[in-house]
């Protein structure tokens, strides 16, 4: 059984409260305007007209050469952590990286690779049963940006 993650709700509540991003930069606000603009919060899709934070994450704990930086989009205001055994409303596009990583937070090689959204599920199940691998990102297919994580239930 699967676990859609989204990013720990300290981190948001910092971030929505102010607090500089990976890079050290406020994160910008704006306005969504409705057309794909995820939160990796509650993992659904920002409302159009509602504010957003735009922001460098770094979705791992410690600096290391795996440890990918990028950016993403946040609820301006605080929401309630999404997640759990469904797949969630962000992932609305038809394919996504899908990438396994050891207890190091390092990526394990021969896990990543372009997934079809359909997929996704039995992709991370067979990614996650693979030898040392404890966790699994998924990433757009065309950005890279981070998703959200999936982990055993």
Same mark, same amino acid.
Request: hydrophobic letters at 30%; a negative charge.
């Given at each position: 059984m699967l676990r859609f993650v989204p990013i720990p709700t300290d981190? =948001?509540? !910092?971030y929505q409260a102010g607090g500089v991003d990976s890079y050290g930069l406020l994160p910008e606000r704006q306005v969504s305007d /409705? /057309? /794909?603009?995820?939160c990796r919060h509650c993992l659904r899709m920002i409302p159009e007209g509602a504010g957003m934070l735009v922001l460098a994450h770094r979705p791992f704990g410690a600096l290391q050469p795996? !440890? &990918?930086t990028g950016p993403i989009f946040l609820c301006a205001e605080a929401c309630e952590a999404g997640g759990g055994a469904d797949v969630p409303e962000i992932? *609305? +596009? +038809?394919?996504?990286?899908v990438r396994g990583y050891g207890a190091d937070e390092r990526i394990v090689y021969g896990t990543g690779g372009v997934v079809a959204t359909a997929r996704l599920p039995a992709r991370a199940e &067979? =990614?996650?049963?693979m030898p040392g691998v404890d966790f699994v990102h =998924? %990433? +757009?297919a065309r950005?890279?940006?981070f998703q959200l994580r999936i &982990? %055993? *239930?």
């Open positions: 981190t =948001v509540r !910092a /409705g /057309g /794909g603009n995820p795996y !440890a &990918e992932l *609305a +596009s +038809s394919d996504y990286i &067979e =990614v996650l049963g =998924v %990433r +757009s950005n890279n940006c &982990e %055993r *239930a």
